[in-house]
């Protein structure tokens, strides 16, 4: 799920601002997501409980994500030629 919610944010900003977003930036907001939610769980009084390992899959799917959307993204964005003489 963490691998869909990336991608979408990474398109998003791509169309938004109509260059290579910094995929950092978006692995970041992936991974802040997924911190929060494990937060929540921990504050809020479910019947659900906090996990690092939760953490760590909601990481790996948005790092799968950003994978995807490099090589989407090189074929998109090619690279600026340098046109100094």
């Known amino acids: 799920m963490f691998a869909g919610w990336t991608f979408l944010i990474g398109v998003f900003r791509a169309s938004s601002t109509k260059r290579k977003p910094g995929l950092w930036i978006v ?48 074929s998109m964005f090619p690279p600026e030629k340098d046109h100094t003489a």
């Open 27 to 74: 692995f970041s907001l992936g991974c802040f997501y997924g911190l929060l939610i494990e937060f929540l769980q921990f504050v809020v009084p479910t019947n659900r409980s906090p996990e690092i390992l939760d953490f760590v899959a909601d990481a790996l799917g948005a790092l799968f994500a950003i994978f995807v959307l490099h090589f989407l993204f090189k």
